[in-house]
């Protein structure tokens, strides 16, 4: 009696462990199905995969990649910024380059052969054209000269007729191509009393000759 009942224990005790082993094993089935289908790879341990190492961003990616097309397509050097090792010296000379000369001024005071600008002409003296005192002799021509024209001219004076013939020398030296002028200035100097607006243009002409023969030195 106790046998049977033993053995009808151990019956009932191995249909549950059946039924619990059979049940077990459908929910394990069930799960490794549903993680498979969710693409979660998993280890024949249980535990969970290592996450592969992070890659670039495709958006940090991109942006290289385009700013390199870009500067390849534009031909556009790169920035100081790109080139390591490599500072930007403003005002540096280029290796191999010569400096250009700086330029001359045309006319400048320092230039080999420039001519000196024209001094000013001096003045020239009061008593130029004015012929010395002549001599008695000379005096005498002269006299007899102006005699010759207008024995009045003279009238008896002839250290003042040989004054006058200076002084008419010097304006012919001053003017010696404007007759005009000599013929009125002789008109004004040889003048006398019975005479004091001169002997005429005609008669100062002939003075004008005597005076170029005699005194006054050839122009």
Do not use: N, W
Request: charged share 15%; proline share 14%; net charge negative.
């Amino acid at each position: 009696m106790r046998t049977r009942l033993l053995a009808a224990t151990l019956t009932a005790f191995a249909a549950v462990s059946l039924a619990a082993c059979s049940s077990s094993g459908s929910d394990s089935g069930g799960t490794a199905a549903g993680a498979s289908a969710s693409g979660a790879p998993t280890t024949s341990a249980g535990t969970t995969p290592t996450a592969p190492a992070s890659s670039p961003a495709p958006a940090a990616t991109d942006a290289a990649t385009a700013g390199t097309a870009s500067g390849a397509a534009t031909g556009a050097p790169p920035s100081p910024a790109a080139t390591p090792g490599t500072p930007a010296t403003p005002g540096a000379a280029t290796p191999g380059s010569t400096a250009a000369p700086a330029p001359s001024t045309p006319g400048a005071a320092d230039s080999p052969g420039a001519p000196a600008p024209d001094a000013p002409k001096p003045a020239p003296p009061t008593d130029a054209g004015l012929p010395t005192k002549p001599a008695a002799d000379l005096s005498a021509r002269l006299v007899a000269a102006l005699d010759a024209i207008d024995p009045a001219i003279v009238g008896g004076k002839p250290e003042l007729a040989v004054e006058r013939a200076r002084s008419q020398c010097q304006s012919m030296y001053q003017f010696p191509k404007d007759t005009a002028k000599l013929v009125e200035l002789a008109d004004q100097r040889f003048t006398t009393p019975d005479h004091p607006q001169g002997f005429g243009a005609e008669k100062a002409e002939k003075i004008l000759d005597a005076l170029r023969s005699t005194l006054c030195p050839p122009a």
